[in-house]
């Protein structure tokens, strides 16, 4: 077989930081231990019956079993419309304002390749989802990072920023409720940041992967809710986490026209859409009873509260996450993020992600998913106090 080599271009992507904590996960497997894994950010329970039920239905409709329109069905935009003005008061054109996306990380990804030229700078958070590096390496631009401190509740300083830095900047990512620390906006974040690109000419894209996930009773705000946000942002909602359709692969970008139009443009040289069967199970989600949602939020409340209680009752002095399914948990003194994390997996059999495969910010932290069991979690705080580290 000839090996063909992979162009210049893909050779410049980053390499997967988390490829490697799976494969030590598997090897402790592999030995016979029992591994809880808490490294990994995929949703664990079932897509709500009505939704499956909806697709079941819907696939054996004929009229999907054609080419779907190109930028998706009305039918679908509409209902975004709908849920955005039900759940945020934020009015969206469905037909200008509405791109349908095949899940919120090709969004993010597409992003940098719709709006910035070789050479221009895309302002990432630092830590972040390392989606956000994917799309600003093909699109050949550079990358600028925001840190995230704890002292500033890890929302970006813009005024720490170099400013001949941030004049050349084309897009800048947020994305709240946050991975990997678990904080959330403010309302006042967003009008500074509204303020912030106005005055640059820099494109916002929010991304809203966990907007459904905020506890103790405040829901996380939009950024569209902020005035002013649609001239120079659009927000990037997924159905992955509020819905637990990680594998249906489907989500959508609201806002800024032009932007939404950027996006399709991309898109209709790359696909003809989705499948529609798909599209109505999705528009079924956002229109029905939002009961599902409640419960989901309730449970990773309860599962953050058992295990941020087990973690403090064994010595470990962590913060209770705002919002997401995510916990990030200072390491203690002697270890980096990734010695700790091997500690743990080794010793503990607990798998967690060490907060230095987020950027160079999230050196002393690890992330952990609250993706499993109240009990597990709690198994999981008690494995942990045995090595007696706090
Ligand atoms: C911060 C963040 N954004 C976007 C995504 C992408 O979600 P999806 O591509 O499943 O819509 C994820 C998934 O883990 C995420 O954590």
Not at 90 to 109: M, Q, S
Not at 146 to 159: Q, T, V
Not at 269 to 295: D, K, N, R, T
């Amino acid at each position: 077989m000839t090996t063909f080599p992979q162009s210049n271009l893909l050779q410049q992507l980053p390499k997967q930081f988390f490829a490697s904590l799976v494969q030590k996960v598997h090897a402790v497997i592999a030995e016979g231990r029992d591994v809880i894994n808490l490294g990994q950010g995929n949703p664990d329970q079932p897509t709500p019956p009505h939704i499956v039920a909806a697709l079941q239905q819907a696939a054996a409709n004929p009229t999907y079993h054609k080419y779907s329109p190109f930028r998706g069905y009305s039918f679908l935009k509409e209902a975004v419309a709908t849920f955005y003005k039900r759940e945020y008061g934020v009015t969206i054109d469905p037909e200008k304002e509405v791109a349908i996306l095949f899940g919120g990380k090709a969004g993010l990804v597409e992003m940098p390749l719709c709006l910035v030229n070789e050479g221009d700078v895309v302002l990432v958070p630092d830590p972040g989802y390392p989606d956000y590096w994917s799309g600003v390496v093909l699109a050949r631009a550079r990358m600028e990072m925001m840190p995230l401190r704890a002292e500033n509740n890890f929302l970006p300083n813009y005024e720490e920023l170099d400013e001949r830095v941030v004049k050349q900047a084309k897009l800048m990512f947020l994305n709240y409720p946050n991975n990997p620390t678990g904080a959330t906006a403010t309302e006042s974040f967003f009008k500074e940041t509204v303020s912030f690109a106005q005055k640059y000419g820099i494109a916002v894209v929010h991304d809203f992967a966990y907007g459904a996930i905020g506890f103790d009773g405040k829901k996380p705000v939009s950024f569209l809710q902020t005035e002013g946000a649609k001239d120079v942002g659009i927000e990037i909602y997924t159905f992955s986490k509020t819905y637990n359709m990680a594998g249906w692969r489907i989500g959508f970008a609201v806002g800024n026209e032009s932007m939404i139009e950027a996006i399709n443009v991309l898109q209709d040289h790359l696909y003809v859409s989705m499948f529609g069967a798909i599209q109505e199970a999705a528009a079924v989600a956002l229109l029905q009873s939002q009961q599902c949602v409640a419960e989901l939020v309730a449970t990773y409340e309860a599962r953050r509260n058992t295990f941020i209680r087990a973690l403090k009752d064994v010595g470990w002095n962590v913060q209770a996450p705002a919002g997401s399914f995510f916990a990030w948990l200072p390491v203690p003194k002697g270890y980096t993020s990734e010695t700790f994390a091997d500690l743990l997996l080794n010793q503990a059999h607990v798998a967690v992600a060490p907060g230095i495969g987020f950027g160079e910010h999230g050196e002393g932290y690890v992330r952990v998913g609250l993706l499993t069991s109240e009990e597990r979690l709690k198994e999981a705080a008690e494995r942990i106090g045995r090595l007696q580290l706090f």
